[in-house]
């Protein structure tokens, strides 16, 4: 308690952030970790073209409920970049590794929010192991065809279908300061854009600019397409097993489309779904309310 013209000021102390790097399978893992380890686990996974940092807000926040474990995927962040000819950048092996960092970690039970590229890293750990997953929360990350209906997919598919060198240029573009920003300011409302800070886009193009860094992520893009033929998979261990869901999406988005964050209520009959006002990176303006959601959403809904 701190005393100030004789007003009393009390300041809420919150569990500090920690930040790790360990070797998994040689490689340089970097996460973020918060809470008591006595709390409930969850593991907050990121997406393109982020990375841990997009959830620098949201870990404090949560802290004081979970042990919040947020990983960043070789490539991104502050883990490491290994060559392209000695690491194949799937979300395969993106999987893998956060799977054995979280055993590494002795983490047996947790919840995963899942955003972006986060989904089909978040659902390959649920279809291997469905019983260990104790909620799943997305913002914005997709398991439904519906999902990808927008146009910002058509070179993408486009892509997918010839693995050739001119569809393949046509997406360096996805990788460049102005496909970046508009990621973060594109569905945002007006009146939101001052919340919108710049750190975020300029954060994650200081990393997409390091030489051969372009190239992962074009190797990424082109194996989304794995992920396609895994959804009936995943839906279907959704209606086996009835995680309890949380979708917090920004319904501006024009990647993942807002039908694709709709479409969980056919596998979750009990899914609570929040639409936003905002875009894509809905955690950067709406951070607060998401936080507020997840631990409301935790009291109800989840038994851990």
């Known amino acids: 308690m701190i005393a100030v013209k004789d007003k009393t000021l009390e300041i809420k102390h919150t569990s500090p952030t920690e930040y790790h ?9 970097f996460y973020r970790e918060a809470g008591s380890k006595d709390l409930p686990v969850l593991v907050l996974l990121h997406g393109f073209p982020s990375s841990s940092h997009m959830f620098r807000e949201l870990i404090p926040k949560l802290a004081h409920k979970f042990h919040v474990i ?26 893998n590794l956060v799977e054995k960092l979280l ?20 659902f390959r750990l649920f279809q291997k192991n ?6 799943i929360i997305t913002q914005n990350g997709n398991a439904y065809e519906e ?21 393949q240029e046509a997406l360096r573009g996805f990788t460049e300061e102005k496909t970046t920003r508009w990621q973060y300011e594109n569905g945002v409302p007006k009146e939101r854009l001052a ?52 979708a917090v999406w920004g319904k501006n988005d024009e990647i993942f489309v807002s039908s694709g964050g709709e479409a969980y209520k056919r596998d979750f009959p009990d899914a ?11 955690i950067e303006t709406h951070g607060e309310e998401i936080a507020q959601f997840i631990i409301n959403f935790f009291e109800r809904k989840v038994k851990v």
């Open 21 to 29: 790097t360990v070797s998994i399978d040689g490689i340089d893992i």
């Open 70 to 95: 947020a990983p960043d995927y070789p490539g991104y962040g502050h883990s490491a970049m290994p060559d392209r000819k000695k690491f194949s950048y799937t979300f395969d092996n993106y999987a």
């Open 103 to 122: 055993a590494r970690l002795h983490v047996k039970q947790y919840a995963i929010y899942v955003f972006d590229y986060g989904a089909p890293v978040g």
């Open 130 to 135: 469905p019983n260990q997953i104790t909620a």
């Open 147 to 167: 999902g990808l209906s927008g146009k910002f997919w058509d070179p993408v598919k486009a892509y997918w279908r010839t693995h050739a060198e001119k569809e």
């Open 195 to 246: 919340n919108l800070s710049p750190d975020g886009w300029q954060y994650d193009q200081s990393l997409l600019n390091r030489p051969g860094n372009a190239e992962i992520q074009l190797d990424l893009l082109y194996d989304y397409r794995t992920n396609l033929p895994l959804y009936p998979e995943w839906q279907s261990l959704f209606r086996k097993y009835q995680p309890p869901l949380l």
């Open 272 to 282: 609570e779904i929040h639409m936003l006002d905002a875009g894509h990176f809905a």
